[in-house]
């Protein structure tokens, strides 16, 4: 399948979910095409020291509001003798969260200390102009579950800003799609609601690797791709979520080939699995954090663009642009990869008004 695949959340600060295409936000594209803005695989940052304060997560949601909207910062913090946020808001517990409505554009910062010294985070809000040239902002893309069982459901939920027209499609994996094609793709639903769910059934199929790999009993196998588009007087936004279908076969002996759906599957032993990797959001406003978040079974190693990680895991990033993200997970017998693009939304003044700190 010929896409770069993801879920996703709100665009603020550390927290939420989904990969964006813009022909005037500046978002990265979802589908290649010849216009799809290139991204670079992102450094991995070194371990903090691990007396510090953690920020496990802080984000705004949503990032970006109209004027006299409310939106909420929410944290969580381990390891802080004291921890506030500037401005306005001042001292905070560990745990929580607090309604806000700035008057203009601004820049959130949280600062965690104890005796060993302090970590800061940004959470962003931007306040749109009115009749601003913004396309649509896909806040969040999120698929619950993100792994299904054959025949199984789960609920797609997004949140989108400044769309008249939001409109879901799907495509099978034996299908390669582009930027240009995502339109002519049968229509699940169309709504003007921001804010919506849609319960889907993913189909799957078998990758070639998958055929010729040792499996195990359950084999993980490639799926329909979901794209979510929006629509305003300005321009398109598209945002693509994929759900990983678990395909289960009886094997009567391993190393000996069954019957699977028309086609010939070695029975063996293991074969690793992602079963979850995505960044929490997947569109940021410049300046706030995302946290990438995986687990992984059944690999004897596992890497995130590079670097060696634990099967399960977290990691808060704040890539300056649209960054790439690749998780590998891989044993004796196969290296399965998945990779995610956080999409950074820069401050344009014809969009939103000044921002302060």
Not at 22 to 29: C, G, R, V
Not at 136 to 149: D, E
Not at 310 to 320: E, K, N, Y
Request: aromatic content about 6%; proline content about 9%.
């Amino acid at each position: 399948m010929c896409i770069t695949c993801a879920p996703s959340t709100s665009t603020g600060g550390t927290n939420t979910s989904n990969v964006s295409t813009a022909n005037t936000t500046p978002t990265a594209p979802t589908a290649p095409s010849s216009s799809t803005k290139k991204t670079t695989p992102a450094p991995v940052p070194a371990a903090p020291n691990p007396n510090l304060p953690v920020i496990v997560s802080y984000f705004v949601d949503p990032a970006i509001i109209h004027e006299g909207d409310l939106t909420t910062l929410k944290w969580n913090i381990k390891n802080a003798a004291s921890i506030s946020i500037s401005p306005t808001v001042g001292a905070i517990d560990p745990t929580g969260s607090k309604r806000i409505s700035p008057e203009t554009s601004t820049a959130y910062t949280l600062t965690a200390s104890n005796s060993y010294g302090a970590v800061t985070a940004v959470a962003t809000v931007m306040v749109s102009l009115p009749y601003s040239s913004l396309s649509p902002v896909v806040l969040s893309l999120t698929a619950k579950p993100r792994t299904v069982s054959e025949n199984n459901s789960c609920e797609l939920n997004w949140n989108v800003f400044g769309a008249s027209v939001i409109t879901l499609a799907s495509a099978t994996p034996d299908l390669t799609v582009s930027a240009t094609t995502i339109s002519s793709l049968p229509t699940l639903m169309s709504s003007s609601t921001p804010i919506g769910r849609k319960t889907v059934t993913p189909t799957y199929t078998l990758n070639s690797a998958q055929l010729t790999a040792s499996a195990t009993t359950t084999i993980a196998v490639a799926n329909d791709i979901y794209y979510l588009t929006a629509q305003n007087w300005s321009g398109t936004t598209t945002a693509a979520i994929d759900i990983d279908v678990l395909k289960s076969a009886i094997i009567p002996k391993p190393g000996i080939p069954i019957a699977y759906d028309n086609m010939t599957v070695v029975a063996a032993t293991v074969l690793p699995m992602i079963v979850w990797f995505a960044p929490d959001p997947y569109t940021i406003v410049k300046g706030n954090s995302a946290t990438l978040t995986w687990e992984v079974n059944q690999a004897t190693k596992v890497r995130l663009n590079g670097v060696e990680v634990s099967p399960v895991g977290s990691l808060i990033v704040s890539p300056a642009g649209t960054a790439s993200y690749t998780l590998t997970a891989s044993n004796q017998y196969y290296t399965e990869t998945k990779a995610v693009t956080i999409s950074v939304l820069g401050f344009k003044p014809e969009w939103f008004k000044p921002l302060t700190h």
